[in-house]
């Protein structure tokens, strides 16, 4: 893997380890504002344990490590995580605080209707620090995945991303998607521009084009490239336009290819970019090319965004590798709806 510190994979117990809270969600059963909407449906949510999940659905060795409440909506996230084949062993019960919750309308997260309302002040995993998670399950695999989301929890949150992502002997690929969440900063004393700090001392980072403007001011796929030169593998999430991932060092040294997304008929615009993370980690852990691995990530996107949740099936590997196969005009022509990923359905082209 491009960019991994020493680490063999007879040493790792796990593919891809993921540190980070996920809450109960509450869905709504029809659209509307959180005053009108008369009912929920409960799921879970959670940047890291997203990843996680579609990492094992997709057949890969996922860990997830959190902190959940010693109560029953932390009995559902550590049993529905671990339905999906993720390992939990790692998950810790805080008998004084609670698991997190919250509340979110059916409208896209980009638009002004949109509404969240978050339980989480207080939370178990807020109270993530250096001092009570489990080293050694946190570097047993061969990609630890972090998410900006934790920094912004707490103090304890903050430094324990600040130990995780220090060099040191032995240390797993890191993988950091900065998920600027920008509801997260506004009452605390620290600045988003802590989570470019993180990004510049991993190895992978994830960052969507819109965010790193709203973060830290900076525009342009050039400008994002220039303000974290460090990481040995940069993707830019730029929505409809697709993806542009740097490779090998800022220019002229390094590489820059950039992917079209897929036409896909949205259902529900949430979970999109830890399904991308994940269908590009899965690539990366396969050893494939850079446009493969984000042709992977716009697929596992594509698979999300086609149902109504967080979580999804992926497409079986056998089918995923022959889309991603295809040359630029057939991938270009094609266009995912519901139900895609099914064996028996057809994929439409325009």
């Known amino acids: 893997m491009s960019g991994s ?29 959180l005053a009108d909407v008369p009912s929920f449906g409960r799921g879970i949510g959670g940047a890291e344990s997203n990843v996680a999940c579609a990492l094992a659905a997709a057949g890969h060795r996922a860990a997830w490590v959190s902190r959940v409440g010693a109560d029953g909506f932390g009995d559902h996230l550590v049993d529905a995580i671990s339905a ?7 998950v810790r019960r805080d008998p004084a605080r609670p698991t997190g919750i919250y509340f979110r309308t059916a409208t896209d997260r980009a638009t002004e209707v949109h509404e969240v309302a978050y339980y989480r002040a207080g939370s178990a995993a807020s109270a993530m620090s250096p001092a009570n998670v489990p080293y050694e399950a946190l570097f047993a695999g061969r990609v630890l995945h972090l998410s900006g989301i934790t920094a912004a929890l707490s103090a304890d949150c903050l430094a324990l991303l600040h130990e995780l992502t220090a060099p040191r002997p032995g240390r797993p690929l890191v993988s950091f998607d900065v998920n600027h969440r920008p509801g997260l900063w506004r009452d605390g004393g620290t600045s988003p521009d802590v989570l470019l700090d993180l990004a510049r001392r991993a190895d992978l980072v994830f960052v969507g084009e819109d965010e790193a403007e709203e973060a830290w001011g ?29 490779t090998g ?11 079209p997304a897929l036409r896909v008929d949205v259902v529900a615009p949430v979970g999109a970019g830890d399904a991308f993370a994940a269908g590009f980690l899965s690539a990366t852990l396969r050893g494939l090319p850079v446009r493969d691995r984000a042709r992977h990530g716009h697929l596992m996107a594509a698979a999300v965004l086609t149902v109504p949740g967080d979580l999804t099936d992926p497409p079986a590997r056998d089918r995923a590798d022959r889309l991603v196969a295809l040359d630029d005009a057939d991938w270009g022509r094609l266009r995912l709806g519901p139900g895609w990923t099914g064996d028996d359905q057809e994929v439409r082209t325009r």
């Open 5 to 33: 510190p020493a680490r063999t994979d007879a040493d790792a117990t796990a593919d891809v380890v993921c540190l980070g809270e996920s809450m109960v969600t509450f869905l709504p059963s029809r659209p509307g504002r």
């Open 84 to 90: 999906y084949g993720v390992d939990t062993s790692a």
């Open 218 to 246: 900076v525009k342009g796929v050039a400008a994002i490239r220039e303000a974290l030169p460090e990481p040995a593998v940069l993707v830019v999430k730029r929505g409809a336009e697709g993806a542009t991932v740097f």
């Open 249 to 259: 060092g800022p220019a002229p040294s390094g590489t820059v290819t950039t992917v």
